[in-house]
């Protein structure tokens, strides 16, 4: 990783083996420090690191709370089938979330974060080669950028003002008209009126990645615990003396929340704030498509991703905000399906017929990521609520909380990431 080892004996324990607790296990080991993941899940493979659209985007330096979303949201929750909606609407915790949203989505919040994500996204696309060298099996990673494709001239003109925005951040973006797009994608049929093409953007098949990310933390001295839940963390004075499991208690010098969707649970039991509700999204992977993509793309009217991977195109969308819960609504995955032969007209609806995938993106309020250690405790780090990006930003978030456990300086505003902003 470029960063000179130290000799410890400190022993980090990590709760959560998902891509961002296995990046956080990789860093620390490189620097020397002794490491014990504990995963709640028997077979972690269900979960969003695994079934995401494997996309490591730049192209994202727009936080989720952002000027007219509100009102998007508003329209969009009308239709059960479209890809937005908010479970228990009513709900106290819900209600504040969308509050503290609503007050987050302005201009000046944008301008304050864009320049962060752009940053911890290009960063984490650099490490994601790295990581993918020292791997040494298929993961499918590939720098073939990111297009979004616009049904109508409303979406295209809004995405085209979206890249000029990326181009003033200094990153690649092309406005591409129905030709240009046909020399691009030269053997996909597409029913849209053009597209932006975000240079900058890679992407990966997520399964493949995180065995082998697994794999190299275990080779590396790692201890992995699957199948072991940690049911709240125990304080003595101002520090976190050990994890609760059921019938154990897990003790460490060190320890790092990123158990994404179910963060802010457990950091409750230490008396931090950490407002969060889960996303939840769909998504299905087309084994034999009738004509294979080779650059990733969103639809972005529908708010669907689509990659290319190992094993065939993957589509993910919908967010529905709701308690961490993986009861699905049949209606969104039906709006889904619904709308990719709109855009890819060979895609009949056989093609999509099988099964489903759900997850839970854990989203903050204000579409920033918690990174951070807090006030709640002394040895605690928080490594969560990274929505859509989780993949994407993994391997920074990573190299970030290694630096935050050895005291050393980042070059990120960590007070935008701050766990403390809600407390």
């Known amino acids: 990783m470029g960063v000179p080892a130290v000799s410890s004996d400190r022993h980090v324990a990590i709760v959560g083996a998902g891509i961002v607790g296995l990046c956080v296990a990789d860093a620390l080991l490189a620097r020397g420090m002794r490491v014990t993941v504990v995963e709640r899940e028997e077979d972690p493979t269900g979960g969003c690191s695994y079934g995401n659209g494997g996309m490591i985007v730049p192209s994202h330096f727009v936080p ?22 908010v479970e228990r609407l009513y709900d106290f915790q819900t209600l504040a979330w969308l509050a503290r949203f609503s007050r987050a989505a302005c201009r000046r919040h944008v301008e304050t974060c864009s320049p962060l994500l752009r940053d911890l996204n290009v960063e984490s696309r650099d490490l994601y080669e790295s990581l993918v060298a020292r791997l040494g099996v298929p993961t499918g990673f590939e720098k073939r950028g990111l297009l979004m494709l616009s049904r109508t001239a409303k979406a295209h003109h809004a995405e085209a003002v979206l890249a000029a ?30 597209a932006v093409c975000f240079e900058e953007d890679a992407h990966l098949t997520p399964s493949a990645f995180m065995e082998g990310l697994r794999r190299l933390v275990v080779e590396q ?36 929340l990123a158990a994404g969707a179910w963060t802010g649970r457990l950091a409750a039991s230490v008396g931090l704030r950490l407002p969060m509700l889960a996303g939840r999204g769909y998504g299905l992977t087309v084994s034999e498509p009738p004509q294979r993509p080779t650059i990733p793309a969103i639809l972005t009217e529908a708010r669907v991703a689509v990659t290319p991977m190992l094993d065939g195109v993957r589509f993910v969308g919908t967010l529905e905000l709701a308690e961490p819960n993986l009861i699905p609504s049949p209606s969104r995955v039906q709006g889904m399906k619904r709308s ?16 489903v995938w759900c997850g839970l993106r854990p989203c903050s ?31 920074a978030t ?13 070059r990120h505003r960590l007070d935008l990431l701050s766990p403390d902003r809600y407390a």
């Open 365 to 395: 309020p204000d579409g920033m990521p918690y990174i951070g250690r807090t006030r709640a405790a002394s040895n605690l780090v928080v490594a969560a609520g990274h929505a859509m990006m989780g993949m994407s930003l993994g391997p």
């Open 340 to 355: 990719i032969p709109l855009y890819y007209p060979a895609f009949e609806p056989s093609h999509l017929a099988g099964p």
């Open 221 to 256: 001295g790692g201890t992995i615990l699957d199948g072991a839940e940690v049911c709240g963390l125990r304080k003595r004075g101002a520090r976190v003396e050990s994890l609760e499991l059921e019938h154990e208690s897990i003790g460490a010098d060190e320890f790092v």
């Open 64 to 85: 989720l709370a952002a000027p007219g979303m509100i009102s998007m949201g508003l329209r969009m929750m009308l239709d059960r089938q479209s890809p937005f909606g």
């Open 398 to 410: 990573g190299k970030t909380v290694s630096q935050i456990v050895l005291g050393e300086t980042s």
């Open 165 to 194: 925005q990326a181009c003033r951040l200094g990153l690649n973006a092309v406005v591409l008209d129905r030709d240009d797009l046909a020399r691009k994608e030269p053997g996909l049929e597409m029913d849209v009126v053009g």
